[in-house]
C-alpha cells in the first residue's frame, strides 16, 4: 500500500507517520510506500520499514498535485492547510492554499482515468458560526465566522460532490481541538488549552487568560492519529453521500481541566497555572463551538477520550514516557 | 441607481426587469442605468425610462467582471447559472460558471477599492440533499445531490465570507422552485408542476408524470422577483453573517396544485391534465426537498403566497391579462 500526506510536517501528520512506522501497515495493509509533503521537508519516522518520499513545495502550483500522485498512492490524506489566524489575515494565501490547493488535489486526482483511491481530508469544528445550541448536532448548518472555517465548509463540499462523481472515496473529518498538543507554547488563541496542561506537567508555569467555566471540545492526539487510521479505511457505503463527519470529542471547561490535572499530577502543578484574564483571547474564545453530539461518527466508528483524565494521562504516557517533571 | 444583473435574460431577470420598468425606482430610490448581462442579449424592458446597457459574453472569462462593474453599480444581482441538468451533465462547464463565475464576480467587486454595493445572490433548494426532516428549517446542513447545488452551497458560503471581510453587503436568497413558470412546456424534470396549471388554462394538455400526494415547495414568479427587490433593498445589519435564507414559499402536493386549477379555471380545465407516469421523474422528484420553515427570511419581511389558488390567480392577472384560455 502507498500513502500520500500532504502536511506531513504538521503535528497531526507527524504523529499520524510515528503510528504507521510502529504499525508497519493500515487497516491490516503492510505499507510500502510513503509519499509526504509538506511546506518543510517532512522527516522518516523512527524505525520505518517503509519506503518514504519527502516533498517540499507549493500545492497550489501548476503540476504540483499531479507530481504528488506520481505511482497512485492507494490512500491521499490532505492535512495541509494555512491556519486560521493567518488565512485571517492574508485573505489571498488562505484561498490560494486552502481552496485551490484542495481544489488542484481533487482535479489533478479526476485527470488520471480509472484512478479511485481513499481521500482523508481533515475539516474543522471553524465551519460553525455563533450562536450555537448547547451541543452542535450533525445537522447543524456550517456558518463559518473565519475565512479559514469557510474554506474549509467548502473543501468539504467538493469532497463529497467528488465522492458522488466517483472521482474518488472521500471522508471528511472535523477535528477537535487537539489537546494536549505537544511542543513548545505556541500563539494560537487556542494555545492556553493545552498550555495549562503540558507546561505544568514538566514543573513550568502557564497563563490561563481565560475563566474557569470556559468550555471546549477536545481530543487528544492520539485520537486524532486514530480518526485518520479509521477514516483512511473504514467501509464508506454506509455514510452515502454525507462525506462530512464531526468527529467524537470531549466538552469539557476549563475547570475540569484543571481537576483532571490534579488527579494526575498533583497540587503542584496545579499551582503553576497563573490566571491572567486576556480581553482579547476572552472575546476570542467566546464565539468558538463548546460542545457537540458527534452520534453519527461514533456509530461510524470513530472513538475519542471520555474524561479529560484520560487525555491528561495520553499526554504523560505519550509524550513524557509515564514520568511527571512536577 | 445603477443596476447590474447578471443572468438577465433568464425568466426571473426579465420579469424583475419589466417590473423596474414599471417602479421606475428600486427601494425608492429612482432606476438611471442597468447593466444587463447574459449569454443571449437581455432585452430592453418595454416603458423603461432609464439607460438600458446588454452586454452579452462568458463571466467565467478573464476580465468579464471587471468589465461589467464599470460605473461602479449600486446593487448587483447574480442570477446567472449553469442549470441543475446541465450542470450535472458538463462537470467542468458547471463548476466553470457556478463557482468561477461567482468567485470572479467577487473577486472584481474586491479589486475596486472603497466599492462595497449590495450583492444579490440567487441560491436554490437544491443546495440540500435527502434524506429531510419533515419541513427543513433555518439551520438544516447543506449537503447536496447535484454539482448545481455543491456549486450554490459554495456560492453561499463565499458570499457570506466576502460580506463579513466588509467586500460587499452579500444578501442570498434561496428560490423556491417558480411555479407558474410562463412559456412553452420544458423538459427539466420540474417542468410538470408548472405544466399541469399553464397548458389546461389555455385549453392545452399536459401530462402529469408523478402521484396526486407528490409535495413540492413553490412561489409564483411574482413573489421571486419581490424577493429579488426586497433583498437589494433590506437592512442586511439584522441578518448578522448568516447572509443566506431560504426564501418563504408554499408546500402543495399535485392533488392541492389541480384543485386550485379547479377553483379557478373549473373542472374542463381538470380534464386536460393526463396522468402518464414517468419513472424517471417519479425517481428525481422523491430526492427533492418537499418542505420547508422558511421563519427567518419571514422575519425580515420576505413575502409569499398563502395558497396555491393564489398562485394559480397570478398566473392569471400576469400572465394572461385576466382571461382563461379554456
Redesign the interface.
Known sequence: MHILILGAAGMVGRKFLERLARDGHLGGKAVAKVTAHDVVAPAKPAGAAFAFEAHTGDIAQAGAAAALLTGAPDVILHLAAIVSGEAEAD?DKGYRINLDGTRLLFEAIRAMPGYHPRVVFTSSIAVF?APFPEAIG????????T?YG?QK??GE??L??YS??GIFDGVGIRLPTICVRPGAPNKAASGFFSNIIREPMSGKEAVLPVSDEVMHWHASPRSAVGFLVHAATMDTGPLG??RNLTMPGLAATVGEQIEALRKVAGEKAVKLIRREPDETIIRIVAGWPRNFSAKRAESFGFKAEKSFEEIVRVHLEDELGGKLGV
Chains 1, 2 share one sequence.
Open positions: 485573505f458560526g450533525d445537522e447543524f448548518f456550517t456558518t463559518p465566522l475565512s469557510t465548509a467548502i463540499l467538493l463529497a460532490d458522488r462523481r453521500w454525507r
